[in-house]
T-cell receptor, first 111, second 114 residues
């Protein structure tokens, strides 16, 4: 069974600060996805990365897939209060035959 | 237009009752899922259906029975509800297995068993 770990579990920062959250596993994934979940809503897909070393940018968010495809990071530049939420990573093996979610990082951006 | 809609949003019921949660997607996706999110926010897959055919059936008590009348609908029926069934249940859909384009989730059904 593949497991994904996310760190930190909780993060509280001031608006305007930068932050990085991590997603790690001992297993290799075919693809890795990041989702953001706001209270009372379902997770919303932010990005999918499939190539080792791949970097994708989505406005102030930068996603990186590790060279060995076992880990990923999400960096947010100049955080805004609207970035507050639960950030979940999800990894797929065998090209999607098995999909597992990490426990999430709960981010609070304070005004 | 809501892409994945599930009803009801909230469900409070007594132990031993039977309840159903409905899910519909208008995205034209061929795969639908039920996930359970516990109090620690951990998302765990319960079932997956592809074109009305059961693909994934994780270790879930047989009190939980999914039903897919067509590829746009996946309902979840729960018999003899227990306190431990309290959680948020999410329906999701994807094109194929979601490997590249990911999942689209509904807004969840918060089930509270008292």
């Amino acid at each position: 069974t593949q497991l994904l770990e996310q760190s930190p579990q909780f993060l509280s920062i001031q608006e305007g600060e930068n932050l990085t959250v991590y997603c790690n596993s001992s297993s290799v994934f075919s693809s890795l996805q990041w989702y953001r979940q706001e209270p009372g809503e379902g997770p919303v897909l932010l990005v999918t990365v499939v190539t080792g070393g791949e970097v994708k940018k989505l406005k102030r968010l930068t996603f990186q897939f590790g060279d060995a495809r076992k880990d990923s990071s999400l960096h947010i530049t100049a955080a805004q209060t609207g970035d507050t939420g639960l950030y979940l990573c999800a990894g797929a093996d065998n090209y999607g035959q098995n999909f597992v979610f990490g426990p999430g990082t709960r981010l609070s951006v304070l005004p | 237009d809501t892409a994945v809609s599930q009803t009801p949003k909230y469900l409070v019921t007594q132990m031993g009752n039977d309840k159903s949660i409905k899910c519909e997607q208008n995205l034209g996706h061929d795969t639908m899922y039920w996930y359970k999110q516990d109090s620690k926010k951990f998302l765990k897959i319960m079932f997956s259906y592809n074109n009305k055919e059961l693909i994934i059936n994780e270790t879930v008590p047989n009190r939980f029975s999914p039903k897919s009348p067509d590829k746009a609908h996946l309902n979840l029926h729960i018999n003899s509800l227990e306190l431990g069934d309290s959680a948020v249940y999410f329906c999701a859909s994807s094109q194929d297995n979601g490997y590249f384009y990911g999942y689209t989730f509904g807004s969840g059904t918060r089930l509270t068993v008292v």
